[in-house]
């Protein structure tokens, strides 16, 4: 894999981003690059926000009204990526991550922080390079399993479920 640029923005002020985090989120995107063999300088830009303004961006742009983890707004499509002028680095697309709902999740989970913004992160690297899970089947079963395979080589092997008990 090429060079990566990761812009990470904190925009909110709800939860104080724990020192660390901005690194593994860095380590997620080259980790997904490097699983899927990418072989162009990229860019990708991340956002942390809290629940009501993701739940804002949700309904501005795909109409739910509700907050949620993260979105993926992929600017690529069918592998083929605009380009930066400047650097010539493919911009794969924005991830806008909801670090308060990231907190609530880890609490529910009983797993880390870092645990819960390393796999969100990483599911939203997959949906920025065209990996789908919205209508099941294959393609979901496909994408968990490279989710997994990262988030073991980064040092957060499944430990347990995903599923509320």
Same mark, same amino acid.
């Given at each position: 894999?090429?060079?990566?640029?990761?812009?990470?923005?904190?925009?909110?002020?709800? +939860?104080?981003?724990?020192?660390?985090?901005?690194?593994?989120?860095?380590?997620?995107?080259?980790?997904?690059?490097?699983?899927?063999?990418?072989?162009?300088?990229?860019?990708?830009?991340? %956002?942390?926000?809290?629940?009501?303004?993701?739940?804002?961006?949700?309904?501005?742009?795909?109409?739910?009204?509700? %907050?949620?983890?993260?979105? %993926?707004?992929?600017?690529?499509?069918?592998?083929?990526?605009?380009?930066?002028?400047?650097? &010539?680095?493919?911009?794969?697309?924005?991830?806008?991550?909801?670090?308060?709902?990231?907190?609530?999740?880890?609490?529910?989970?009983?797993?880390?922080?870092?645990?819960? +913004?390393?796999?969100?992160?990483? #599911? %939203?690297?997959? #949906?920025?390079?065209?990996?789908? #899970?919205?209508?099941?089947?294959?393609?979901?079963?496909?994408?968990?399993?490279?989710?997994?395979? +990262?988030?073991?080589?980064?040092?957060?092997?499944? &430990? &347990?479920?995903?599923?509320? &008990?």
């Amino acid at each position: 894999m090429e060079k990566l640029k990761v812009v990470i923005e904190n925009k909110q002020k709800t +939860v104080k981003v724990p020192t660390g985090l901005r690194l593994l989120m860095r380590r997620c995107c080259h980790a997904v690059l490097e699983m899927e063999r990418f072989p162009f300088c990229a860019e990708v830009d991340i %956002s942390l926000v809290d629940n009501e303004q993701i739940r804002t961006i949700n309904r501005e742009h795909r109409k739910i009204d509700a %907050s949620t983890d993260v979105l %993926s707004f992929p600017l690529g499509e069918n592998g083929q990526y605009d380009t930066n002028p400047a650097t &010539g680095a493919k911009m794969l697309g924005d991830i806008v991550l909801s670090i308060e709902q990231a907190m609530e999740q880890a609490k529910n989970f009983g797993h880390p922080l870092q645990r819960e +913004v390393g796999y969100l992160t990483v #599911h %939203s690297m997959l #949906h920025l390079l065209g990996y789908d #899970h919205v209508n099941g089947g294959i393609e979901a079963v496909r994408m968990r399993e490279k989710e997994e395979r +990262v988030m073991s080589q980064i040092g957060f092997p499944r &430990g &347990g479920s995903y599923v509320l &008990g």
